[in-house]
């Protein structure tokens, strides 16, 4: 696709069939809508796999209606953050937006692991009433840095889990950034939630492992769930306006990550031939600056499975209707295909900053100092479609969400355990990866739970899979043979 160089939107309306992007004949329906009958969301006009009531505010009449509201107010707000993960990527590039919307954000609570120094460098600069760092230690040293640099405002400062669930509870806060990684998040997400606290999501795990206990409490406490990671804030954007029964399909978009240019034979055979050049280049990302763990799920594209389960929760998609397209410009972000066939697409520059703004600031439009788009600068988007061989972690993810209940928990901890153990470098190939979640998963199938799933079960089924990973790695070290 070319996109002309007079083009100047940032937000597409690509008219007519979504076949430039990936073809959509298997959603080829004949049916008809009566004008009696309320509109169904999804290809098949059954709404068939499809959640009545997402996590984000999207998709239903009383979605519709709140945003309108919201809107209508101006974007005079002000809110108070509570941001979880002030240290790590997320946190950081959220103060950035504090700082640059000085008058709309105020920071009442921080959360990080062990980074004391620079911990005690935001505590000094936005004042928050509770700092919580991850171990006794880091804490100690925390307010010893504040008193020695002469703190006056000396927040709370608090550890551990415990400390993490005071800083997303703290009562002034009325909306909580989940940048922690992991089933860590998932906690102090509900915790928040319960006190009907705003969540701007970026923390996959609240969705993927927790999506059976997360979405009913969102509807029960009427809060609104927010996405912070670009591809889901892409889709969350292009639905705003949409009516209820509108959405058709997702389309998710993927850089391709690091093995994007090898085909799929270049890529096995290197794995065998070469597996230490495989192991530096499945750690450093082609377009993002993001972390390690990160980096790695887009090399085996198991961060877009991962999305395609979180985009399930968050908008109420069927499995049958989220598709993954490759981008490798990543600047398209993700689409929505309506009912007409029309495609919405989101596009920016891969700048984390983006999305971010919009969870905090929805359904507002906030002015920023950021480089505007320049399509004619770009001259060339490109798609082509993910193949699901190369990458089986997708193949996976889809496998697991269709199963739902604690499934989607587990494919989430193996693959972290197994991800963890190849970054870890103890003998671990990049294809034994989606070998390992695969067992976990096919291990896992006796004991599937899919109704009334609680928070124990997720927790447990996170820590079960995790020691199966661990206990097959600690055997391929040892030389046994794991795999058929």
Known sequence: MRVPSNAIACLLLLTGSASAFVPSNKFTSTSKTSLNEAPISGSKGTGEGWLSK????????????????ETL??????????LLGSTGSIGTQTLDIVDACPDNFVVDALSAGNNAKLMAEQVLKYKPKVASLATPEAAAELKKLLVDAGCDTMPEIVH????????????????????????????????????????????????????????PLVEEYGINMLPADSEHSAIFQCLQGMPPGGLRRVILTASGGAFRDFSKDELFRMC??????????????PNWDMGAKI???????????????EAHYLFGASYDDIDIVVH???????????????????LGWPDMRLPLVYSVSWPHRLKLPYKPLDLAEL?????KRADNEKYPCIGLAYEAGRAGGTMTAVLNAANEMANEKFREDVGLGFLDIPKLIEGAMEDHKA????????????LNCDAWAREQVEAKVSKIQSGAQVFA
């Open 54 to 69: 997402p996590a984000a505010p999207v998709n239903t009449e009383e979605s519709l209606k709140q945003t309108l509201d």
């Open 73 to 82: 107010k101006g974007a005079t707000f002000q809110k108070r953050l509570s």
């Open 160 to 215: 551990g889990e415990e400390g993490i669930l005071e800083a997303a509870t703290v009562s002034s806060a009325d909306t909580v950034v989940t940048g922690i990684v992991g089933a860590a998040g998932l906690r102090p997400t509900i915790e928040a939630i319960k006190l009907k606290k705003d969540i701007a999501l970026a923390n996959k795990e609240t969705l993927i492992s927790g999506g059976p206990v997360i979405n």
């Open 272 to 285: 065998q031939e070469d597996p230490r050049t495989i192991q530096a280049k499945a750690t450093t990302h």
């Open 295 to 309: 980096t790695l799920d887009s090399a085996t594209m198991m961060n877009k499975g991962l999305e395609v389960i």
């Open 328 to 346: 490798p410009q990543s600047i398209v972000h993700s689409m929505v295909e309506m009912q007409d066939t029309s495609c919405i697409a989101q």
């Open 379 to 383: 001259s060339t988007l490109t798609f």
């Open 447 to 458: 004991d599937l739970k899919t109704s009334d799933v609680t928070l124990d079960d997720i």
